[in-house]
């Protein structure tokens, strides 16, 4: 800021004093170093004029100095998108549980102990810890495009080499393609809240990034329903298990490489114009300058990222352990009820996609995240208590609707700490931040399996799903801890105490930071006192 000592100066070079500053009521003539914004040095407040000031709203920004508003919009191909990695999605999340699901089948199939079925599960998840960093940083270096077609390509792939693995001694070959196909997963998981924040706007952002994680949903649903169908059990007969398995496996493997040519054809970088006001001020840091190893840095300095983390890692964890060993524990209390323990799981989910869409819907509406996200938490640990006790009453009915509560509740609550994250992390990477929630429940995940598949087989399915019900309590009182700021919906109706705006990452004026420099708001409000 320069005060009325300096104005000689600043004439000098061609401003006029009408043009650059304003008389206080004191006499003093004061202006800031850009001449488009007046500041009241008095002790009493005054109005303060902002040159060619518009109100903020959703759809516009703008440049540091500069009066024209950035432009956005919204394009038609976002639906294209977002209906194509859904698609693909599911196919992945469907590989993932289409073994679990009638664990008894392919154990007498590959003849392997029931331990070795789960881990065509836990591999899902011991694969993703040590690649999401690299996946991230293709993510944020390479971009969307390059991801997605690795995330679909994959997939395809692992799905093909499943149908040379249908024979009794190539468990081996089953596993190497699972592998692949858990691989693929890690350029998956992490791209709901990209596509969501790249392609959508600030009214459904949360409504697309609850839809793009639907698609896995369904996937994990069509894995409970179709596999008991397509392969029922046939005792003592290898050769029409092998068909039926062959079946299920080629029509997987078809319906991949069809999506991957989707992906190709419809899948772009990002839209010519940006859909929001937080997209529109982003572009402006250059990727030169971007810092991976800083962005992660930086989350980890966020203490309400940290609780959210693990959190998030435990209900999502749990959710995985459920659906990994929903077989095993159905079977122990109704002998033979393979079909029915696959239509549990596809209540389970179901109801949780409903959820999903639901809890979107109601962010878009409201941006209550912290609240939204503490109630269903909340809700998740009393649907897994009643779940547990209500299992081995001899009701299958019962296990219906209490796995559909827990299924509403449990898996609704994945796009809510995704966009929660995002949110309290912005302008941080979204595919980093939903990397790193991915890779904690993932880590919980395996633990969690791991140990309440051994409480079920060692003693009985109450044992383990009481050992997920404390760690879900303990998320309950870590995410109650998170302190909500919502950063980017700030950003986005251009509320108050943060103002984002785009400068030039060389500024002389201010240290580089990403291209984005945020203003408190004694800066930029309208009625300034000092």
């Not at 899902?124 to 495009?145: E, H, N, Q, R, S």
């Not at 995240?369 to 503490?374: D, F």
């Not at 633990?447 to 997920?468: C, E, M, S, V």
């Amino acid at each position: 800021m320069m005060v009325a000592s300096d104005l000689q100066e600043h004439e000098q070079h061609g401003s006029t004093a009408d043009e650059n500053y304003t008389t206080t009521p004191e006499g003093k003539n004061v202006f800031d170093p850009n001449g488009n914004q007046y500041m009241n040095v008095t002790p009493e407040p005054v109005q303060v004029p902002f040159e060619d000031s518009i109100p903020p709203d959703e759809n516009q920004t703008m440049l540091h100095g500069q009066p024209k508003p950035l432009e956005t919009k919204l394009y038609m191909r976002r639906f294209a998108v977002l209906i194509v990695f859904s698609l693909y999605s599911l196919v992945n999340a469907f590989q993932w549980i289409q073994y679990s699901i009638i664990t008894n089948i392919f154990m007498d199939y590959y003849n392997v102990t029931s331990d070795k079925i789960d881990w065509l599960s836990v591999v899902y998840m011991v694969v993703y810890v040590p690649l999401i960093f690299p996946a991230t940083w293709l993510l944020d270096k390479k971009g969307l495009k390059i991801t997605a077609l690795l995330g679909a390509g994959l997939n395809c792939i692992g799905a093909w080499v499943k149908c040379a693995s249908v024979r009794p001694n190539l468990f081996g070959v089953t596993m190497f393609a699972q592998t692949i196909c858990s691989v693929a997963q890690v350029f998956i998981l992490g791209l709901p809240s990209r596509i969501a924040s790249v392609w959508f706007g600030p009214k459904e952002v949360s409504t697309a990034c609850a839809t793009a994680v639907l698609g896995n949903q369904l996937g994990t649903a069509i894995g409970f329903l179709l596999p008991p169908v397509l392969v029922p059990y046939t005792k003592n007969n290898i050769d029409l298990t092998g068909s039926n398995i062959s079946i299920m496996f080629y029509g997987t493997a078809v319906a991949s490489t069809l999506l991957f040519i989707l992906t190709v054809i419809v899948f772009k970088e990002k839209p010519p114009l940006p859909p929001s006001q937080a997209q529109a001020v982003l572009p402006e840091s250059s990727p030169k300058d971007y810092s991976y190893k800083q962005s992660i840095i930086n989350l980890f300095k966020n203490f309400s990222f940290l609780l959210l983390l693990v959190s998030y890692g435990i209900l999502t964890g749990s959710f995985y352990s459920v659906s990994t060993l929903l077989n095993q524990m159905i079977i122990v209390h109704y002998e033979g009820e393979e079909v029915n323990a696959g239509r549990i799981g596809l209540t389970l989910v179901v109801a949780g996609m409903v959820g999903s869409i639901i809890c979107g819907l109601w962010l878009d509406h409201t941006k209550t995240y912290k609240q939204t996200t503490l109630i269903v938490y909340l809700l998740s640990f009393i649907g897994m208590v009643i779940f547990t006790f209500t299992l081995n009453l001899d009701y299958l009915i019962i296990v219906f609707v209490t796995a559909g509560v827990l299924g509403f509740f449990m898996t609704g609550y994945l796009p809510l700490g995704f966009e929660f994250g995002v949110e309290i992390t912005y302008p941080e990477s979204e595919g980093t931040s939903s990397g790193l929630l991915n890779a904690s429940a993932q880590v919980f995940g395996i633990i969690f399996t791991l140990i309440q598949g051994k409480l079920t087989t060692d003693y009985n399915p109450l044992a383990g799903n009481i050992f997920l019900c404390a760690w879900i309590f303990i998320g309950v009182i870590l995410t109650a801890a998170i302190k909500s700021e919502l950063k980017r919906h700030d950003v986005n109706m251009g509320i108050t105490n943060k103002d984002v705006q785009a400068v030039p990452v060389e500024s002389p004026s201010e240290p580089p930071s990403n291209g984005i420099l945020l203003k408190s708001a004694l800066e930029v409000s309208h009625e300034t006192s000092i």
